[in-house]
């Protein structure tokens, strides 16, 4: 491939990059304006994991990660605070490398690496929880809240399925 080729490929790729960043951003944002029914800490529908899914299938691994752990950041300095950035980041960090992971082995679809993605999540962040607070029955709420991540990953797989089969005009590096 010629390097000009490869240069404007690049560039698509960051502009492209770029643009997960921002949808998922605004997706935090707009998950902390909606207010959920359920009184359980921790539970979130994750409508930014659909940029970060997006983007792993179709600009591939490393474009996943800046993108999830970009927002993370962002996200916790404009909207959260330091403190729920360190647990979104010890989830989000988790849940990515799962879901390059399960999406790498060909073994599984959206909704799988979705759902792995989601439950991975939950398990970094009660994980450090337990670690925080120095007690482990922090633990007695994963079974609920693996429950609310397999619900959540399954609608978000399903979105992010959709979005992946009609974006073929956005081109990809892959």
Do not use: W
Not at 90 to 106: D, F, T
Not at 130 to 158: E, R, T
Request: proline share 4%; net charge positive.
């Amino acid at each position: 491939m010629p390097t000009h080729t490869k240069a404007i490929t690049s560039v698509r790729s960051i502009t492209l990059g770029a643009m997960f960043i921002v949808i998922a951003l605004v997706f935090s944002y707009i998950e902390n304006l909606i207010p959920l029914p359920i009184p359980i800490p921790g539970i979130k529908l994750g409508f930014a994991n659909i940029a970060v899914i997006v983007a792993l299938y179709r600009l591939g691994a490393k474009f996943a990660v800046v993108v999830n752990i970009a927002r993370i950041i962002l996200a916790g300095l404009l909207f959260s605070g330091i403190s729920a950035m360190l647990y979104a980041l010890a989830g989000g960090i988790l849940s990515v490398m799962v879901m390059i992971i399960l999406e790498k082995s060909n073994k599984f679809t959206t909704f799988g690496v979705s759902v792995g993605g989601a439950s991975a999540h939950i398990i970094g962040q009660i994980l450090l929880a337990a670690c925080v607070i120095q007690n482990s029955s922090i633990l007695l709420m994963l079974p609920v809240l693996l429950i609310s991540a397999v619900v959540s990953g399954i609608i978000i797989g399903f979105i992010s399925r959709l979005l992946i089969h009609n974006l073929n005009n956005v081109p990809s590096d892959n």
